[in-house]
């Protein structure tokens, strides 16, 4: 069974777009809690929606892509070296990442030579194949969370405009929705109006909220928030940082300050540093990733605005040219719409037309062979 079937196999629930789009969260949880479901028959309902959202989410991707992979079939139907340089200027438009493009298209030629193929329609499944080997071999890197059975502490960082205060007030909001005490430190004492979005995220959210004053020590934020996060017995500390990168000696010292009080209260934490990105701004996502991990290590990245960039590549160019995995991802502006990065879900939305076309395809041939 082909990599494309087995997907569709895997995504193919028993309910449409429009039952999952009408199906609401709570309406799920108020069935369940009134016996009208099983346990199995939610969690069904639970992975069916979160698959729904990337598709929804990766529309623009997908639907770019497939235009410009059909656009270049019906243009070279014979493989050769300018169709080879055809499609690394699709994968390089759609943000695959230069150095990942390159090793792709190089990948492809050997195997295009390995099993003689010479009509590019050949290639077109083992294209979207040969991108997900490419993402699964840095799998020694962990996309799960390093929560912790007591207080976990979360660093996040990222440049002013990305959305790294609303990812804060999502992420917040999905903890306390596991049932979690979660506070929330305003360590962005630099940008007017950081520490009252913060606090206005906080009570939407019911996460308590560690200030002090504009132009406050950061690090003494932070410090105050791990020690009182300690006495309350909280779950998760969640501390917002500047999103100055115009300095990277100034943000270096900064984050290292906060770092260092961090550990005189917990030797292991902070237990993740977060990098929010903003996924329209494409390979200028990529370039302050690498000078954020230049300052400080990031273990995870958070993907805002997935949904309104046309880009999804990014996702690749990250994990494979960085080794950072993705562990959050925006699809949409709800507070629901932050979800967990899974590359199932990913790798589907982003070709679930081509997955359908090359299973419709198969079937075609079978009848035919019949």
């Known amino acids: 069974m082909s990599l494309f079937n087995r997907l569709k196999r895997?995504?193919?629930?028993?309910?449409?777009?429009?039952?999952?789009?009408?199906?609401?969260?709570?309406?799920?949880?108020?069935?369940?809690?009134?016996g009208l479901i099983s346990i199995e028959e939610f969690e069904e309902w639970e992975q069916e929606q979160i698959g729904y959202k990337f598709r929804m989410g990766l529309e623009k991707s997908r639907e770019r892509f497939q235009v410009q992979i059909n656009q270049l079939m019906a243009t070279y139907r014979t493989v050769d070296e300018d169709f080879f340089e055809a499609l690394e200027e699709v994968l390089i438009s759609a943000d695959v990442g230069f150095n990942t493009v390159m090793e792709l298209t190089?990948?492809?030629?050997?195997?295009?030579?390995?099993?003689?193929?010479t009509e590019t329609a050949d290639l077109k499944e083992v294209i979207v194949e040969k991108m997900i080997e490419i993402y699964e071999r840095n799998n020694h890197i962990s996309e799960e969370m390093n929560m912790q059975e007591d207080l976990t502490v979360i660093l996040v960082v990222g440049v002013n405009g990305v959305g790294k205060t609303t990812s804060i007030g999502k992420?917040?909001?999905?903890?306390?929705?596991?049932?979690?005490?979660?506070?929330?430190?305003?360590?962005?004492?630099?940008?007017?109006?950081?520490i009252n979005q913060l606090q206005v995220w906080g009570d939407r959210v019911g996460a308590d909220v560690i200030k002090q004053s504009e132009g406050s020590d950061p690090a003494a934020v932070v410090f105050?928030?791990?020690?009182?996060?300690?006495?309350?017995g909280t779950d998760v500390l969640i501390c917002d940082t500047a999103g100055r990168l115009q300095n990277k000696g100034n943000l270096m010292k900064e984050l290292e300050k906060i770092k260092n009080v961090i550990k005189k209260v917990d030797e292991n934490a902070p237990h993740e540093v977060l990098l929010v990105l903003d996924a329209t701004t494409g390979q200028n996502a990529l370039s302050q990733a690498k000078a954020f991990n230049d300052v400080t290590e990031i273990t995870g990245i958070v993907l805002t605005k997935l949904d309104g960039t046309a880009k999804g590549g990014i996702v690749l160019a990250i994990k494979n040219e960085l080794g950072i995995p993705v562990k959050f991802v925006g699809l949409g502006e709800k507070i629901d719409d932050l979800e967990v990065f899974s590359a199932e879900n990913y790798v589907y939305g982003l070709f679930s037309d081509m997955i359908a076309e090359a299973s419709d395809d198969e079937k075609s041939e079978n009848v035919d062979d019949k």
């Open 10 to 34: 895997k995504f193919s629930g028993k309910h449409s777009d429009e039952e999952i789009e009408k199906k609401e969260s709570e309406e799920l949880s108020n069935e369940l809690d009134d």
């Open 106 to 117: 190089d990948e492809l030629r050997d195997y295009a030579k390995l099993k003689n193929i």
């Open 171 to 194: 992420l917040a909001h999905r903890y306390v929705k596991e049932g979690k005490s979660v506070m929330l430190a305003a360590g962005d004492t630099f940008r007017a109006g950081a």
């Open 224 to 232: 105050d928030a791990v020690n009182a996060a300690k006495r309350r």
